[in-house]
């Protein structure tokens, strides 16, 4: 096969003409569609490890790839031990693939259109009571009072994860400037670059000053800019970091073990469940669709039913 000097040529063509298609992808993906560094990054590297294996061998060209290569690359994965939610994920990154390589004219047809995915189990998600979020802010603020800048910084963290339910890529990013405290409110850069502003409390507040009076001015290099929250290396502080953080702080005595984004969750069912109507929650959070959000409502309406049969003789 290899001996065929057309077949080797059409393979240097077919090859640089996807990783051109990729490359023209990626771009799109972060001018055109304004998502995350990290959400291009996902995309690309979903579309990358399925040409890699579509296109390998025969070097198969972009418009000759059908839908049974691509349910077979499906396949391998999931023969492979790789979740529903990741298959699903995947799923996703091709189909947006393929829809633009036909919409741009790379390719004249769209092989992935009719391109199952798993369908993702909707399980609840983990969420703090009250009480158990108030500790953990409680724990947090306790552990800082020595002034130590780790502990000042995980204190801020918690505390606008949780009294704004932004998304822990979304802390991370936050600037100086982002944060006004004389108004208690937050500029934040969303999914899709989609700038919101969202209040947060009092307690939040005074975990910031501390931090900007104690903490940060020890940390800081100029390699932080103007990053709100800085690492022990004097950069700004990455989401891994952060999530570490937040595991530290839960995970034992009245507080369960909680991510980031259950700390959104949690969030999220406490201001429905004090009386905040849907729309507001979802600008809060920043989602596009009000759908999204509804899935709070069910969350709260489970914990309501867990209690009830918990506590009624007759339930």
């Known amino acids: 096969m290899t001996d065929d000097p057309t077949r080797v040529a059409r393979g240097h063509r077919t090859v640089a003409d996807a990783a051109r298609a990729l490359a023209a992808f990626e771009e799109h993906l972060a001018v055109e569609r304004g998502l995350t560094e990290h959400s291009v990054r996902a995309y690309v590297g979903d579309v990358r490890g399925m040409l890699e294996q579509v296109t390998a061998g025969e070097a198969t060209a972009l418009e000759d790839v059908e839908l049974s290569d691509l349910r077979a690359w499906l396949a391998g994965l999931a023969a492979a031990g790789q979740s529903r939610a990741s298959l699903a994920r995947r799923g ?52 800082a009072t020595d002034g130590a800048p780790s502990d000042l910084r995980a204190w801020v963290a918690v505390e606008l994860m949780y009294g704004t339910g932004m998304r822990v890529g979304e802390l991370a990013a936050l600037d100086l400037d982002d944060l006004d405290l004389g108004t208690r409110s937050a500029r934040v850069m969303g999914k899709g670059r989609k700038e919101r502003v969202v209040p947060f409390g009092v307690p939040a507040a005074d975990a910031v000053r501390r931090w900007l009076a104690d903490g940060r001015p020890d940390l800081w290099t100029a390699r932080a800019g103007d990053a709100l929250l800085v690492g022990d ?11 570490q953080a937040v595991h530290r702080l839960s995970g034992t005595g009245s507080v369960p073990d909680v991510s980031p984004h259950g700390l959104r969750h949690s969030a999220a069912t406490h201001l429905l469940e004090g009386g905040s109507d849907l729309r507001s929650v979802q600008e809060i959070l920043g989602h596009s669709s009000l759908g999204t959000t509804e899935r709070y409502t069910h969350v709260s309406a489970e914990r309501l039913r867990s209690s009830f049969e918990q506590a009624f003789p007759r339930a």
């Open 92 to 143: 996703a990154s091709v189909r947006a693939f393929f829809a633009w390589t036909r919409r741009t004219g790379r390719t004249g047809t769209d092989p992935a259109a009719r391109l199952a995915s798993p369908r993702v189990d909707r399980t609840l998600p983990v969420v703090l009571d009250v009480a158990s979020a108030t500790a953990m802010m409680e724990r947090a603020r306790t552990a």
């Open 233 to 243: 290396r004097g950069g700004r502080w990455d989401q891994r970091q952060v999530r």
